[in-house]
């Protein structure tokens, strides 16, 4: 009989929850942040499949760790070229069946697709491709910050993206796309943002913690919550999700004394959440004891973990720290992204079909 962390046994749990709740991964990349690459070719072996070369497509299995082996940028962070190989190879395949594949395995329903572009020109490209590449009702659709426009041009850029294509959010990544909160030009298009989301109510989610071994170096901590605190976060009316618990590549020590941090922000501001993405078990542990489980939502961070991987991980932490572990599994993976697209969709009323509900 498997044991109660065990892969097996976990995801027999999980799926049981599954047949009754709409179960959401709030955090997948469509495409490599590094490179923001999203050139690819339709792959002829299968419909949805987008690859980079001629290698063969293995979809997702079940290994037998939780932990972080399966963190391939950490493999890669301690030096550049590392990284950005590490994070390239991960997106040798991508598209509707990896996601899809990925989200089945795991026995999660839906996925909130969140692009990043480092450069001008690529948000944009980025639309065109993800309309192709990633056609499936299960997959909701985010647009990458909209790198070298003016503050005033922000909100043109996303209302333009909403009325071409269905987008619930935009992902803002500060470190990858160099915006320093203690900067005032920066702030100026951080919440140019946040007011161009909340009137066309998109749900922004915004990078939190440190990204180690990008460059320029003084990038690298834009997104740790001692920085985010400088931000309006009210600016927006609309639900703005700190990715990681704000924790991204903390170490554990850093983690428990950036918590306290991130609940003064969620006593502030109301419409603040926070995402469990890629976070090692310890972080995640803390996350779930010390922050109120109304403002988690869960997220993996794919495809930089498999996302049964991430969720596991997160199941596991979850049934050891919680007294009622399937009701706050049901609360943060499924009732708070729902109550965050409800919250959009009633602004939105083209967002509500059938198949997004
Ligand atoms: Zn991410």
């Not at 050139?39 to 972080?68: D, I, M, V």
């Not at 999700?241 to 003064?264: F, K, V, W």
């Not at 922000?265 to 995402?275: P, S, T, V």
């Amino acid at each position: 009989m498997p044991e109660p962390f065990e892969p097996g046994f976990l995801l027999d749990w999980v799926r049981d929850l599954g047949s009754s709740e709409t179960l959401y991964d709030f955090h997948v990349h469509p495409f490599d942040v590094l490179t923001g690459d999203s050139n690819y070719l339709p792959s002829q072996a299968s419909l949805g499949l987008y690859s980079k070369s001629s290698s063969t497509y293995h979809p997702p299995s079940l290994g037998t760790g939780l932990e972080s082996s399966g963190n391939r940028l950490s493999a890669g962070a301690n030096s550049l070229s590392a990284f950005l190989l590490a994070s390239r190879i991960t997106y040798t395949h991508t598209g509707a069946k990896v996601i899809t594949d990925h989200l089945d395995l795991a026995g999660l329903a839906k996925a909130l697709l969140l692009p990043v572009a480092r450069t001008p020109g690529i948000a944009e490209n980025m639309l065109d491709a993800s309309d192709q590449m990633f056609q499936d009702d299960r997959l909701l659709h985010g647009c990458a910050f909209p790198v070298g426009k003016s503050p005033d041009d922000i909100l043109e850029f996303l209302r333009s993206a909403q009325e071409k294509r269905k987008i619930f959010a935009v992902k803002l990544h500060l470190n990858l796309v160099g915006l320093n909160p203690l900067d005032d030009k920066s702030r100026e298009l951080i919440e140019a943002t946040l007011v161009a989301a909340g009137s066309l109510n998109l749900i922004v989610v915004v990078h939190g913690g440190r990204t180690p071994s990008i460059e320029p170096v003084d990038s690298r901590e834009n997104g740790i919550l001692p920085r985010l605190v400088r931000i309006n976060w009210s600016l927006s009316s609309s639900p703005v999700i700190l990715a990681h618990a704000g924790c991204y590549g903390l170490t554990e020590e850093e983690a428990i004394s950036n918590l306290p941090i991130l609940n003064d922000l969620f006593d502030k501001y109301h419409n603040l959440m926070a995402d469990t993405s890629n976070l090692e078990s310890n972080a995640l542990k803390h996350v779930l004891e010390k922050v109120d489980r109304n403002r988690l939502i869960f997220g993996s961070d794919a495809l930089y973990i498999p996302i049964w991987k991430a969720w596991l991980r997160f199941v596991n932490v979850l049934r050891q720290v919680s007294s009622k572990p399937e009701d706050d599994l049901v609360r943060i993976a499924s009732l708070n992204p729902r109550r965050c697209l409800d919250s959009i969709r009633m602004a939105n009323p083209f967002l509500l079909t059938p198949s997004n509900t």
